[in-house]
């Protein structure tokens, strides 16, 4: 009497889940893993995660949670390659799908789960013919934990929708964090989720150079519908600066403080990050350093005002030279088209976002219409932040002797970052500064960027965690896989994401390099963020009544 296959696997004892088994490897190449001839190879793919069972001890093993990293076709006898069989016959097809020919797999163990559930790192490798798994919800959550308040949702396996990935946030952003991907891959949302979660768990408070207005308010997606922005979701949390009111009324965005710079506060070294974008010699910034040395604070103003016997005598006086003058000149006067740039101070637009960043208040600084200006961005987002991070410094190494005076964990987020960090340039911009001292001063960076080969390599050595959606050049594969174990293997999975919802996260937030479909920034998304807030609201309700019932001075009614 003919059995069905599942008949047959229920007989023999075949389990829902398994893969193949252990027939090759190393602790450095991987492990080579023979499939089972129930296993659809079609329903495998690269970055897929599986468990190898070690050897079984009194009903307890060691769990190698592993990463697909390639997926191949084997078989016993070479001439099969050369002499196809007949598979027009179901019965032939299997027979010799079940024997002469078979799947194969390479996984890259990433961790090992002892017999106690200790997640630990692979110092060893399973036997041969050990069972392969589909990993489960249980060894998902035994490495990647479950969510609380220091671990945030991001996303969820490829193949486990129902199972969360989540990050640890201190570690997240106690060291600088990248989120890479070429054009289109939805890095602004990537983006914008692990912003809401170390806003909603106030892990840091953060300063967003936001160039294109896709943060603070709302922004309008590709299907045309229109997604809500950190500030709707987080109301008391967050604040909008804004560079052009004018153009925040045009979309209808609110805003909180409108942001302006006066000539005077720009410093020749301020220039020295436009050096490539605006096309600055070395000669004109020499020229900046001497125009600031005579004409002093108001130098931009003076130089921009002067005729040509002033001209005329500075170059008779000093050591610049006639043509340097004139070009530096020519590239000032652009600036003169910025509104946000006043011949006189109106206001200390510094001092401002310092005090709401020292009160916890996450600010939201909207470009407006100089987004489409990279020369203004990288001049406001260079010139803010060398003073926010002169601040900190001061206030850092004030607390070694008093801790209340510690100022909060910041982290500073720019877009187009290899503008601010390519090689020429980095060591002499506060953000490389920044990217080099880890956490020395409790500022760190949020780096959003699709050419990470264009970024300085010491810079990009020192950003703990990466986010990275689809990249096709090779370089800038490379360059995020830099310094990562098993960066061969990785390099497959990252090469064939998907185009959008999928990313790869490695590094400092994780425990191990892991591949998840994005978390939606939807309506769910939203509930789940307010969600949040109400429920820190009312524990901060039930404490004050508490508190009115047992005695507090500051007693006003209960809630």
Known sequence: MSQSASELDAFFGARAGRLGVVVGGSLSRGIEVKL????????????????????????????????????????TNAQITNTPPDTSNPYLAEVYMGSMAYGTMHVSPMLMINKESEVGPVRTIPPHFQPVWTATERDINDVFGHEDEAHFHIGNPLELENTQINVDLKRLTERSVGIFGKSGTGKSYLCRILLAGVISRRSAVNLVFDMHNDYGWEVHNEHGRVDKGLKQLFPDRLSIFTLDPESSRRRNAPYDVVVTLAYSDIEPEDLGALRNTMDISDAMLDAAYTLKRIWKENWIQTFLTADVEDLE??????????????????RLERFQRWGFLTPQPQGDSVKQIIDYLENRTNVVLEFGRYGNSLEAYILVANYLTRRIRDHY????????????KEPPQL??????????????IAQQTIFGTIARELRKYKVTLLIVDQRPSAIDEEVMSQIGTRVTALLDNDRDITAVLMGVSGAAGLREVLARLDTRQQ????????PMPVVIKTRAYDEAFYMAMGGELQGVHTKRKRKKNSDALYGDDGFDGLD
């Open 411 to 424: 982290m500073i987020t720019i877009e187009e970052a290899h503008k601010f960090l390519e090689p020429k």
């Open 313 to 330: 005598e500075i170059v008779e006086t000093t050591s610049i030279n006639a043509s340097s003058m004139s070009a530096l000149r020519r």
């Open 393 to 404: 410094v001061k206030k850092v190494e004030e607390s070694l002797g008093d801790r209340a």
């Open 36 to 75: 089972d001839p129930h296993t659809d190879i079609e329903e495998l793919a690269a970055g897929r995660y599986v468990v190898v069972h070690g050897r079984d001890h009194d009903g307890r093993h060691n769990r190698f949670f592993s990463m697909i990293t390639d997926i191949g076709l084997g078989n």
């Open 503 to 510: 990313a790869i996260v490695l590094g400092h937030a994780v």
